[in-house]
Structure formats: C-alpha cells, structure tokens
C-alpha cells in the first residue's frame, strides 16, 4: 500500500488526475489512486496510475501517469472484452507461467488500444510517445539487469517488449542470452501479428500462442512490469466494462410510455413523460445518472445525444406533470453536479467520503487541578516576555488608528495644506480627529493535534497555547482551543471514534481562571486532520465576527484507520472548502529538531502558502508571536 509520507505529494496533480478519471471515465464515482500498477476495478470503484512515474521529470512523470488513466479510460473500459479477459484469466491460473502471462497480455492489449486511442484522439500522441521512451530505457536497463541475475524469462518479457517498440524490424541485443535470442526469434511471427489484431480475443490467442512456445522451458518470471488490467476480474458479468459500469441490475422501474404516433409532430423526435423514481428529493443524483444506474422503460434519453445544461434539472422535474403551470422561475436552482462540487466532492458524506465511518465524540474539560493551576503558573510565567510585548505592540497600534486624523475629507476642520484647491477639480481638504476606536472584529479556533507522536512535545506547545490563550484574553477576542484524535484502540468496521477535547470554548476564553485547563491536553493515538478540521470549522462559521481564523498545530502526516493513502489529500480539501466559506486556514508544523523536506512538501500541499515551520517546539512561542501579530493586525 502506498503511503503519502513515503513520497513527494503534488496534490494539484493528484485532484488534476481525479478529475480527468471522472471526465475520461463519464462517471464521478470512480476515485484515482496511486498503486503499483495501472488498472481498473469497478468493484471498489478505482482506476490507479503506476508508481513507476513517481521519481521523474514533471513533463515525463505527468505523461506517464496521463497514459496510464488514457489507456484504463478510453481503452479498456469502452474497448476490451470483459469475457475474453475473464476466460484468459481463469486459463493462466493453472498454468506454470501465470505471472509472465498475466504481464504478457496487459502488454498486448495496450499496444491494441493504445493505436485505438490515438487514432479517436490525436491529441494523446506526445503522451504515448515521452511514455515509450521512458519505458524503451527502463526496459534496457532491466534487461542489463536481468542477464547479470541469470533470471531468463524475465530477459525474455524485456526482449520482447524492445522488439514491440523497436526502430527497425530486427532490432540487436548484444547483451542478451544467445538461448533467449533464439526464443525471441522464434516467437517474432506470432508477436508481430499485436500489430493487426482488431480485439481483445485476437490478441488472447497471440498470448497463447506465446505461452505454448516458452512454457515447456522457462519458470514463471520474478518480476511483475505491469498488472492485469481489470481488478476484480471474476465478478464482472458484462461484456464491457462500460456496461458492467452503467447496468448492474435490472430495470428498476416499470413506467411506460405511450406514443400517439399520428399525433406525433415530428417524425424523428420523441418526447418522455416524467416517472415516479425521478424525484430525487435528496437531489443527490442527476436525472441522467438515474436513468444509467437503475433505468426506465421510457426514452427520456432518446434516440440521439444532446447537450445538457443545469436549466435540465428543472425542465426535468415539470415535465409531464399534471396541472397548471405556475410559471417558476428555474433559472437559480442549483444543479446537484454544481452542488457536489461546492462540497469539494464530498459526494454524500457531510464530512468526506475518506470520513464516512468517521464519529464526533466531544470531550469537556474538568476542573483544573491543583498541579495544572501550578505548572499552568510556571509556564505562563516562561513566555509573560512574549505576550507583554505582543500585547503592548497591539494596543499602541489600536491607540495610535483610534487618534489618527482622518484627511482628505469634504468637511471637518480645514487642513493647512491647502494645495488641493488650486489643483483639483473636486479639492478634499478637511480632516476629522478622534475617529472611534476600531476593535479586533475577530475569532480564533486553535486545534491541537494530540497524537501519539506529540508525546515528547506536548509541554513546548503548551507553552505557545498559552501564549496564545493569555493575548487574545487580554484583548477580549474570543476563541476556541481544541486537542484532537481518533482512538485507535476504539475502532472497529463502520465506526472510528474521533475526540474533540475542548479546552477553551468561545463561551468561557475570556474567563480569567479557566487557563489551566490547557494542561490537560495529552498524546492519545492517531490524527484524521480533514475531518477534524471541518468538525471545527463548524463553529467558527458560524460565529458573527468579520474576521475568522483557524489554526492547526501538528506534527506530521495524517495517520488514521484507513485514512493514511488518501489522509494528505483529504486535509487538503478540508482546507480549500473551510477557505471557501470565508475562514483563514493556517498550519503550523511541530518538528523535532529539523525540518525535513518532505514536511515542508507535505505541509505546502495541504496549506499552500499559509503554513509555518517550526525546527523545535521550543521555539514555538518566538514563531508564534509575529502571526498573531500579523493576523490581528489584519483584523483592525
């Protein structure tokens, strides 16, 4: 399984590629994934793209990752017969080769639908060409490789993939075995027919009739290029995938309609009535998306393509309809596909599909203990420099805009520059004193990661919490701190417990004896980041101040129940979407001693720009000054 903290993440490409499986697939449920290989499985409603692409140059890595989704989209998914794969499949699993045979007709298949592709596609041609030319590479490498190993069919499937790609017919390969060159040779004519095969069962029967000729003298291979291009296989039961994709029940609906044809208008168009499952009341569904996912008897979808607007969604739902129109005006309604994109694709989970197992549990404060109160009094007294001289540049900055003259008026009490009069057609020369005092029109929400890896850093960041706790209070700002984790040792199937203990509500911040509190954040266990953050944003939304800020202590990656492939883009979209609504996002990251720089990768993927990074927590108070300062200033 990947796992992001292992890799460089780009999360712009990784949405680029989910939208583009979407668009390419003409369906929102399937989800893009990195894998090991590239393949399809309609079962868990994926198309992947190979990890090979990771550690290249952007122009070839975004190649290679496009011609993977190319190939699985717009070849397999519309071209590829599901049955001759399916019976291919279930006959390589008794043989002695399933591994090479596997890897084998993959290779086959998306030469065939590759030339497809291009030809529907001409655009798609430069791709195709930077991925042959990595993989002309990788492959001479691997067979270098291979002959050094003695690993003989291995060499052969790199011999046979350079023969496929090669510049002239009977290309050399010096280094290669002389007993795996006089295989090739006598494979050349069965391989050569790839190149006029016009299905997947033509190019089923190349790939036995290559396995007829090496099986009695080779193993299987050690090493697996590329992998099947259909998960899941054995499950499908269409022809086409496409058709696995669209129908995979019967008709759910018996309405029919009836057509007078000599009443009929028109000769070459049909017009649908409107039927009971077409209501959609949660309008979570497009109409068109209905009728593909379960069906109708009617032909609401006609005889022919048309272009749809989101005006569609309302004609839909009048049309055929019994009794007088009320002229209604459809013209601001909300399409659902407009509406899932709002939610930042959130589909029909209120907090992301990577949280639909995901559970609230709100966790109240106790009363501070006497040792809290003592240890709450040693720190606050470690950072007092840091927030007296925070608090003093604010308030003389609040005093100073409360007495600043305001010029440039039409009337007031007149300036002595007076200039303006000779040279302005329409001369501003009056000022006014003492405007009314601006406060800090702001509310802040701190969220804390509480996870294990905290554990050795939880007193320095306490330290900056009450930094930030004891200035806000003391310019009467109302905030939230927050501590987070999911409990890993609670999680069972459907269900993963994620606790907010709540240190400091809006309610009780400004309270002068409830900073103790903050002592009892602790390390607990794992860190859901996107479904915390949308849990807190929550709130702040809906607070009435001008100016709404949340920011994010933590440590590292997201880590929770399966939450560790997808955990980095998840957060990334919590973030975009609680932006959206108006909120300002900041991460600040907790190292350990140094900043890494697949941290620094990490926190910009998720936060862009809006993030800090901090080399030791115990510097947390002297980096957290200078953004309070910011953020506050930005307020008045």
Same mark, same amino acid.
């Given at each position: 399984?990947?796992?992001?903290?292992?890799?460089?993440?780009?999360?712009?490409?990784?949405?680029?590629?989910? +939208?583009?499986?979407?668009?390419?697939?003409?369906?929102?449920?399937?989800?893009?994934?990195?894998?090991?290989?590239?393949?399809?499985?309609?079962?868990?409603?994926?198309?992947?793209?190979?990890?090979?692409? *990771?550690?290249?140059?952007?122009?070839? @890595?975004?190649?290679?990752?496009?011609?993977?989704?190319?190939?699985?989209?717009?070849?397999?998914?519309?071209?590829?017969?599901?049955?001759?794969?399916?019976?291919?499949?279930?006959?390589?699993?008794?043989?002695?080769?399933?591994?090479?045979?596997?890897?084998?007709?993959?290779?086959?298949?998306?030469?065939?639908?590759?030339?497809?592709? @291009?030809?529907?596609?001409?655009?798609?041609?430069?791709?195709?060409?930077?991925?042959?030319?990595?993989?002309?590479?990788?492959?001479?490498?691997?067979?270098?490789?291979?002959?050094?190993?003695?690993?003989?069919?291995?060499?052969?499937?790199?011999?046979?993939?350079?023969?496929?790609?090669?510049?002239?017919?009977?290309?050399?390969?010096?280094?290669?075995?002389?007993?795996?060159?006089?295989?090739?040779?006598?494979?050349?004519?069965?391989?050569?027919?790839?190149?006029?095969? @016009?299905?997947?069962?033509?190019?089923?029967?190349?790939?036995?009739?290559?396995?007829?000729?090496?099986?009695?003298?080779?193993?299987?291979?050690?090493?697996?290029?590329?992998?099947?291009?259909?998960?899941?296989?054995?499950?499908?039961?269409?022809?086409?995938?496409?058709?696995?994709?669209?129908?995979?029940?019967?008709?759910?609906?018996? *309405?029919?309609?009836?057509?007078?044809?000599?009443?009929?208008?028109? %000769?070459?168009?049909?017009?649908?009535?409107?039927?009971?499952?077409?209501?959609?009341?949660?309008?979570?569904?497009?109409?068109?998306?209905?009728?593909?996912?379960?069906?109708?008897?009617?032909?609401?979808?006609?005889?022919?393509?048309?272009?749809?607007?989101?005006? +569609?969604?309302?004609?839909?739902?009048?049309?055929?309809?019994?009794?007088?129109?009320?002229?209604?005006?459809?013209?601001?309604?909300?399409?659902?596909?407009?509406?899932?994109?709002?939610?930042?694709?959130?589909?029909?989970?209120?907090?992301?599909?990577?949280?639909?197992?995901?559970?609230?549990?709100?966790?109240?404060?106790?009363?501070?203990?006497?040792?809290?109160?003592?240890?709450?009094?040693?720190?606050?007294?470690?950072?007092?420099?840091?927030?007296?001289?925070?608090?003093?540049? !604010?308030?003389?900055?609040?005093?100073?805009?409360?007495?600043?003259?305001?010029?440039?008026?039409?009337?007031?009490?007149?300036?002595?520059?007076?200039?303006?009069?000779?040279?302005?057609?329409?001369?501003?020369?009056?000022?006014?004193?003492?405007?009314?005092?601006?406060?800090?029109?702001?509310?802040?929400?701190?969220?804390?990661?509480?996870?294990?890896?905290?554990?050795?850093?939880?007193?320095?960041?306490?330290?900056?919490?009450?930094?930030?706790?004891?200035?806000?209070?003391?310019?009467? %700002?109302?905030?939230?701190?927050?501590?987070?984790?999911?409990?890993?040792?609670?999680?069972?199937?459907?269900?993963?417990?994620?606790?907010?203990?709540?240190?400091?509500?809006?309610?009780?911040?400004?309270?002068?004896?409830?900073?103790?509190?903050?002592?009892?954040?602790?390390?607990?266990?794992?860190?859901?980041?996107?479904?915390?953050?949308?849990?807190?944003?929550?709130?702040?939304?809906?607070?009435?101040?001008?100016?709404?800020?949340?920011?994010?202590?933590?440590?590292?990656?997201?880590?929770?129940?399966?939450?560790?492939?997808?955990?980095?883009? *998840?957060?990334?979209?919590?973030?975009?979407?609680?932006?959206?609504?108006?909120?300002?996002?900041?991460?600040?990251?907790?190292?350990?001693?140094?900043?890494?720089?697949?941290?620094?990768?990490?926190?910009?993927? %998720?936060?862009?720009?809006?993030?800090?990074?901090?080399?030791?927590?115990?510097?947390?108070?002297?980096?957290?000054?200078?953004?309070?300062?910011?953020? !506050?200033?930005?307020?008045?």
């Amino acid at each position: 399984m990947y796992r992001f903290h292992h890799s460089n993440v780009d999360t712009n490409l990784f949405l680029q590629l989910q +939208d583009l499986t979407n668009v390419l697939s003409r369906n929102e449920r399937l989800q893009f994934e990195f894998s090991y290989g590239s393949f399809i499985d309609l079962i868990t409603e994926k198309i992947t793209a190979s990890r090979i692409w *990771d550690r290249l140059q952007e122009d070839t @890595k975004l190649a290679g990752l496009k011609s993977d989704l190319y190939l699985r989209t717009l070849g397999t998914l519309y071209h590829s017969s599901v049955y001759a794969m399916k019976e291919y499949a279930e006959t390589i699993e008794s043989s002695t080769m399933p591994k090479f045979a596997s890897q084998l007709f993959t290779l086959l298949e998306d030469i065939r639908l590759e030339e497809i592709i @291009k030809s529907s596609r001409p655009g798609t041609k430069t791709v195709f060409r930077m991925r042959h030319e990595y993989y002309k590479h990788y492959f001479e490498s691997q067979l270098a490789a291979n002959v050094t190993k003695g690993l003989a069919t291995d060499e052969l499937f790199c011999l046979i993939y350079l023969l496929l790609f090669a510049d002239s017919p009977d290309p050399p390969f010096p280094r290669a075995n002389e007993e795996q060159l006089a295989s090739l040779e006598q494979m050349k004519p069965v391989i050569y027919r790839v190149f006029e095969a @016009k299905s997947t069962n033509e190019i089923t029967a190349i790939a036995y009739d290559l396995l007829r000729l090496v099986q009695h003298k080779y193993s299987d291979s050690i090493h697996e290029y590329f992998m099947f291009p259909i998960g899941h296989i054995h499950e499908a039961s269409e022809d086409r995938l496409f058709d696995e994709l669209t129908r995979t029940d019967d008709v759910a609906n018996k *309405d029919k309609q009836t057509i007078d044809e000599d009443k009929n208008e028109y %000769i070459d168009q049909r017009f649908s009535t409107w039927h009971r499952e077409n209501k959609n009341n949660d309008r979570k569904q497009t109409f068109l998306q209905f009728e593909l996912e379960v069906g109708t008897k009617t032909n609401m979808l006609g005889g022919g393509a048309r272009e749809t607007e989101d005006g +569609d969604q309302a004609m839909g739902t009048i049309q055929g309809a019994s009794g007088e129109s009320k002229k209604n005006d459809y013209s601001k309604l909300e399409s659902p596909e407009r509406k899932e994109a709002n939610r930042g694709k959130q589909s029909e989970y209120e907090y992301g599909e990577e949280n639909k197992h995901a559970v609230k549990v709100i966790k109240e404060a106790e009363k501070p203990s006497v040792e809290d109160i003592k240890l709450y009094m040693q720190f606050l007294q470690e950072i007092e420099p840091y927030k007296r001289k925070l608090s003093a540049t !604010l308030k003389k900055t609040l005093e100073h805009r409360k007495n600043e003259p305001r010029s440039d008026l039409l009337f007031g009490r007149l300036s002595k520059k007076l200039l303006p009069l000779v040279l302005d057609e329409n001369p501003r020369v009056f000022y006014k004193k003492n405007e009314e005092s601006k406060e800090f029109d702001a509310a802040f929400t701190l969220l804390v990661d509480c996870s294990a890896s905290m554990h050795n850093k939880m007193d320095e960041t306490k330290k900056g919490i009450i930094l930030f706790h004891e200035v806000l209070k003391s310019l009467k %700002i109302p905030h939230s701190i927050i501590g987070f984790w999911e409990d890993a040792n609670e999680v069972k199937e459907n269900y993963q417990p994620n606790y907010f203990h709540i240190v400091h509500s809006f309610a009780d911040s400004l309270y002068g004896n409830h900073g103790p509190k903050i002592m009892q954040l602790d390390a607990e266990e794992d860190n859901r980041d996107g479904f915390s953050i949308r849990v807190a944003s929550e709130e702040l939304e809906a607070r009435t101040e001008k100016h709404k800020f949340l920011l994010v202590f933590t440590d590292g990656e997201p880590a929770a129940s399966d939450y560790s492939q997808n955990g980095i883009i *998840d957060t990334h979209l919590a973030v975009s979407e609680t932006r959206k609504k108006g909120m300002d996002v900041i991460g600040m990251f907790l190292a350990d001693g140094e900043v890494q720089e697949k941290d620094e990768i990490m926190m910009k993927n %998720i936060y862009g720009k809006e993030h800090i990074l901090i080399p030791t927590v115990s510097d947390l108070p002297e980096h957290f000054a200078p953004l309070l300062k910011k953020l !506050l200033l930005k307020t008045i």
